[in-house]
């Protein structure tokens, strides 16, 4: 990782990019692949894709999403408390006590997610909360004040916290998932640049939308591109601390390298192409087993148009859709170098049917 990709890492990160609401977080993506790409679409959604050999009759993939969980407000009480609704798979029980930025016209508004205290509360009957028994609080005595902010209906509000390292080893944020992601599909477009590579297909850098709530974006992007073949990157679960079942969950653990995904969305020839290429290049990998889908835009491309020849490659990670989730640095860089070395070892005509 150079200085400039690390200091895009970090400002990608820190940038809020709600479902629905994530154009500044691909303006900053764009900007930074610029460089490294000879075009770009731009789908009417926001989905961001970066061209390199446009024209050519072979078409491959390599993707990310780019959103991230929030809330909509919901409802205005008349005494200003503001209560929300999930914008994706948002995490009710770790609300309570976290910061927030509300995205409003006028700029952001700070608040926070309240909660009684412990002394008026009977623990005994503690549970979840449920999310309309969450509201935040920014401060206001009643609804008018709350509206002159410029808070409304409709408006997203994000958790504050940001990007930060743990023990030279971690990266901890919210939003790794899967924004980490759009930095690596980045990373390789910067290596492929830099080292003078002439891919033999037309590649295109996918960062789609509104993954969060259903793989909408690779949904209409897929339909567009029409690629040949789609190598999707995504988050799964670290299964190590507590409270995870192996036998259940897998035994998947950060620091042990990309996780290669087996399931039936994932076709078996492109599965087996990156486990070749991870053999070959001696880059440490982990395997997991799905069940009915991937859960990621994995399943968007596969069964797109006529179906697309899809594969995915996973990050581990702790903590997902909470403000602490962590990824192994290592991790991070064998998930790009994979992606990468699979590329080279593609002559653009591979057909990946299991009958001929």
Same mark, same amino acid.
């Given at each position: 990782?150079?200085?400039?990709?690390?200091?895009f890492l970090?400002?990608?990160?820190?940038?809020?990019?709600?479902?629905?609401f994530?154009?500044s977080?691909?303006?900053?993506?764009?900007?930074?692949?610029?460089?490294?790409?000879?075009?770009?679409?731009?789908d009417? %959604?926001?989905?961001a894709?970066?061209v390199i050999?446009?024209?050519?009759e072979?078409?491959?993939?390599?993707?990310?999403?780019?959103d991230?969980?929030s809330w909509?407000v919901?409802?205005?009480?008349?005494d200003g408390?503001i209560?929300?609704?999930?914008?994706?798979?948002s995490?009710?029980?770790i609300?309570?006590?976290m $910061?927030?930025?509300l995205?409003?016209?006028?700029?952001i508004?700070?608040g926070?997610?309240?909660? *009684?205290? &412990?002394?008026?509360?009977d623990t005994?009957?503690?549970?979840? *909360? @449920?999310? +309309?028994e969450?509201?935040?609080?920014?401060?206001?005595?009643?609804?008018e004040? #709350?509206l002159?902010?410029g &808070? +409304?209906?409709?408006?997203v509000?994000?958790?504050?916290?940001?990007?930060?390292?743990?023990?030279?080893?971690?990266?901890?944020?919210?939003?790794?998932?899967?924004?980490?992601?759009?930095?690596m599909?980045?990373? #390789?477009?910067?290596?492929?640049? !830099?080292?003078?590579?002439?891919?033999?297909?037309?590649l295109y850098?996918?960062?789609?939308?509104?993954? =969060?709530?259903?793989?909408r974006?690779a949904?209409?992007?897929? $339909?567009?591109?029409k690629?040949?073949?789609?190598?999707c990157?995504?988050?799964?679960?670290?299964t190590?601390?507590?409270m %995870?079942?192996k036998?259940?969950?897998?035994?998947?653990?950060?620091?042990?390298?990309?996780?290669?995904?087996y399931?039936?969305?994932?076709?078996?020839?492109? $599965?087996d192409l990156?486990?070749?290429?991870? =053999?070959d290049?001696?880059? *440490?990998?982990?395997?997991?087993?799905?069940?009915?889908s991937t859960?990621?835009?994995t399943?968007?491309?596969?069964?797109?148009? !006529?179906?697309?020849?899809?594969?995915?490659?996973?990050?581990?990670?702790k %903590? /997902?859709?909470?403000? #602490?989730? /962590?990824?192994? @640095?290592d991790? #991070?860089?064998?998930? &790009?170098q994979? /992606?990468?070395?699979?590329?080279?070892?593609? @002559?653009?005509? =591979?057909?990946?049917r299991?009958?001929?």
């Amino acid at each position: 990782m150079t200085e400039t990709s690390k200091a895009f890492l970090y400002k990608y990160l820190n940038n809020a990019s709600p479902t629905g609401f994530e154009a500044s977080g691909q303006q900053i993506w764009l900007d930074y692949i610029k460089p490294y790409i000879d075009d770009q679409i731009i789908d009417v %959604y926001g989905t961001a894709v970066g061209v390199i050999g446009g024209g050519q009759e072979y078409k491959v993939v390599i993707e990310a999403h780019s959103d991230e969980i929030s809330w909509f407000v919901n409802y205005i009480s008349d005494d200003g408390y503001i209560h929300v609704r999930r914008n994706g798979g948002s995490d009710a029980a770790i609300a309570p006590s976290m $910061r927030v930025n509300l995205h409003t016209a006028k700029g952001i508004v700070k608040g926070v997610f309240g909660w *009684p205290a &412990i002394h008026v509360r009977d623990t005994a009957k503690d549970q979840v *909360p @449920k999310v +309309h028994e969450l509201f935040i609080d920014v401060g206001a005595a009643k609804k008018e004040e #709350v509206l002159e902010m410029g &808070i +409304h209906v409709g408006t997203v509000a994000t958790f504050v916290d940001g990007l930060d390292e743990l023990n030279d080893k971690f990266y901890v944020g919210r939003a790794l998932d899967n924004r980490v992601g759009g930095f690596m599909i980045a990373e #390789v477009a910067r290596m492929l640049h !830099e080292n003078n590579v002439n891919l033999p297909f037309t590649l295109y850098i996918v960062n789609a939308v509104q993954e =969060e709530i259903g793989l909408r974006g690779a949904e209409m992007i897929s $339909r567009r591109l029409k690629p040949n073949l789609a190598i999707c990157t995504d988050v799964t679960h670290d299964t190590q601390s507590p409270m %995870y079942n192996k036998k259940e969950q897998g035994d998947l653990k950060c620091g042990n390298g990309p996780v290669i995904c087996y399931g039936p969305a994932v076709q078996n020839n492109v $599965r087996d192409l990156l486990i070749n290429v991870a =053999e070959d290049k001696k880059i *440490p990998y982990q395997r997991q087993a799905v069940s009915r889908s991937t859960g990621t835009d994995t399943d968007a491309f596969a069964y797109s148009t !006529e179906g697309i020849a899809s594969a995915l490659i996973s990050l581990p990670l702790k %903590y /997902m859709h909470t403000t #602490v989730e /962590m990824v192994h @640095k290592d991790d #991070v860089q064998n998930v &790009i170098q994979l /992606m990468y070395d699979v590329l080279l070892s593609l @002559k653009g005509n =591979e057909d990946f049917r299991y009958i001929k």
